[in-house]
């Protein structure tokens, strides 16, 4: 198949927060299960979504400064990215998409040959704890892109799961929303046909009205003449039952809105994006 056959699947998403308990009691509060909390080798800490098609939600906070100092000193992209995000945009936001591949060097050459490289490959390992405590090692391989000149902006890489852990992930993906995928992210951009571009350039895909396919998802675009580059703003979660969904955020105080078919949830501390709930049987 050629690569426009074959899009890359969405990964996961990551959101900056500046207090990952914060995130912890927003998630859960908007009837999301979250994971024990994760420690990656270079200053960074996570809880995170796990959905059922295998995609995840990433809460993102800086746990140790020092360790994130010396990673940004030592070029570590990942850190790096994050750290440009934050000082230009705070520490609560939608900073990432990231891309499901099965080999991150041919990645990495793709975007240095496409012009987007977003600088060098980077691999790491981090335990990773099921939601009985049993634990085991995660390794990835990251290759990252971005728009040329867009330092502080939204990236997007690719992740390769070197290592998956041998546990139960199960119990983590039930969720009391109904959640169990995620069925678009959608994107601001005052240039669309830029960032269609380079959109489809990561996903391996193309553009096509404002919107890029992905295997397992789709990104949308919208003009916005005031969006510097490209601007991470909401995902679409896919649920079984909307008005239990809008029932559960109701007995919860949630603050929504009804959207004709969807239930959208503005953005709030420890929560970067704005959350769009869709009924899909």
Known sequence: MTKTDSPRPLDHVVLPTGDLEIARQRLTALGFNVSPQGTHPFGTINC??????????EPLAVGDRAAADEA????????????????VHGDEGFSAVVFGTDDADVDHAEFVAAGVS????????????????KSDLASFRLAFAAQPNADADA????????????VDRSALQAHANGARRVLAIEVAAWDVAAAGK?????????????????????LTIRNEPNAPGIRLEAMVLAVDDLAATKALLVDRAVAHDLDGQRLVVPAAPGQGATFIFEEQK
């Open 48 to 57: 995170c979504v796990y959905l059922s098609d295998g995609t995840f939600v």
């Open 72 to 87: 940004v000193r030592g070029s570590n992209e990942f850190v790096v990215r994050d750290r440009a995000f934050r000082d």
């Open 118 to 133: 977003a600088g060098s490959r980077l691999d790491f390992s981090r335990p990773f704890v099921d939601a009985s405590g």
């Open 155 to 166: 990236f997007f890489f690719t992740c390769e799961r070197a290592n998956v852990p041998a």
């Open 198 to 218: 380079l959109l489809a350039t990561v996903a391996r895909s193309k553009a096509d009205a404002a919107a890029v396919a992905l295997a397992n998802a789709r």
